[in-house]
């Protein structure tokens, strides 16, 4: 493994994460929420009344951020080397997991280990070793 000095970026990622606990804990002390995408949007499908519209708001932030982004700098283009069947395959077991795990990477290994949880921290053991597992399985073993 080499890392690709020309493309290190320590400080903007240092930045962006600096931001996301930030807005983590924020959105923790602001609203008695956990800051977890997989629960915000399931949470679109069970609301009850007056949780639509912040559910709403956070899930379009998601996706207007990178558009605001765009208009003062350029978007960094992502290379996939994945074809579309490996894309929904991997999509589903993501789904399956967070399912499974009660919550995804945001709110267990953002929000759960910022509060200490137990849980939080088994689940984002699993998360992490699952995905050394799946690339080292799929790069080292079977070459793809």
């Known amino acids: 493994m080499s890392i ?16 996301i606990g930030i807005a983590a804990a924020m959105f923790v002390l602001l609203n008695g929420r956990i800051a977890g995408i997989s629960g915000v949007l ?13 559910r709403l708001a956070f899930l379009l932030g998601l996706v207007c951020a990178p558009a605001i982004y ?9 290379q996939i080397n994945a074809g579309y069947g490996a894309l929904v395959a991997a999509g589903l077991l993501v789904g399956i ?13 953002v929000c759960g280990l910022s509060r200490l949880s137990p849980r939080s921290l ?22 793809v």
Request: glycine fraction near 18%; proline fraction near 5%; include cysteine.
């Open 4 to 19: 690709d000095w020309n493309h290190f970026t320590p400080l903007a990622a240092l930045a962006g994460g600096v931001l």
């Open 42 to 54: 399931g949470g679109l499908f069970r609301s009850s009344p007056g949780d639509l519209a912040w």
């Open 70 to 78: 765009a208009l003062v700098a350029v978007l960094p283009r992502p």
């Open 97 to 109: 997991g967070t399912r499974y795990g009660s919550g995804c990477t945001s709110g267990h290994g």
């Open 122 to 143: 088994v689940a984002t053991l699993a998360f992490m070793g699952a995905g050394f597992a799946t690339v080292f399985v799929i790069r080292h073993l079977l070459g």
